[in-house]
């Protein structure tokens, strides 16, 4: 059996930049801390408009939501590593969009927070905040379970690999292109 992400989603639309993931106020915090680490985590997707609800609960720190459906363009804005950071913080494993920006897709890679995958379909219009899916990474599907539907996924391709190793730098000691850690 393949890799697979399930759980509920949370819905956005296009442009959702990086001040909206994570507002630049909250940049001073130093993910390398574990309890910043944490706290970056429970600021994330803090800038998004009200219209999208509340993407983690008063008086928590995560998510409920695994997975992000966006539309267009994410990721967007800056090149701050914080916004793929504080979503893996939160509890985001997987971000399925149409386009990102290619900053926010490298940053994904680099960091090992979460997997950005592309969608064949417009899924932010198809499918509802709070639906379960279930990603499956060997089948390039996802599955949305409230609705019995099952939408085509672009593979990922070389980065995988790179995400499962949880980043560059480990992903490069792990196949020996740099020298393991004492």
Do not use: W
Not at 6 to 14: C, R
Not at 105 to 128: H, K, M, Q, W
């Amino acid at each position: 059996m393949g890799k697979v992400i399930s759980g509920q989603i949370f819905v956005v639309d296009d442009n959702i930049d990086t001040d909206q993931i994570i507002p630049a106020e909250y940049l001073t915090l130093v993910p390398s801390k574990p309890d910043e680490y944490e706290k970056l985590g429970s600021y994330a997707m803090i800038g998004l408009p009200d219209r999208y609800g509340k993407f983690i609960e008063d008086g928590e720190q995560k998510t409920r939501y695994p997975i992000i459906i966006g539309g267009e363009n994410f990721g967007c804005g800056s090149s701050r590593e914080h916004a793929p950071i504080a979503l893996g913080a939160a509890g985001v494993k997987a971000v399925v969009a149409l386009s990102y920006a290619r900053i926010f897709f490298r940053n994904c890679s680099a960091t090992g927070e979460l997997y950005p995958i592309e969608s064949v379909d417009r899924l932010c219009d198809l499918f509802v905040t709070g639906e379960e899916v279930t990603i499956d990474f060997a089948g390039d599907r996802i599955i949305n379970h409230t609705q019995n539907l099952t939408y085509s996924l672009k593979p990922l391709g070389d980065v995988g690999p790179v995400i499962d190793a949880g980043g560059l730098f480990a992903y490069a000691r792990q196949t020996g292109m740099i020298a393991a850690r004492s």
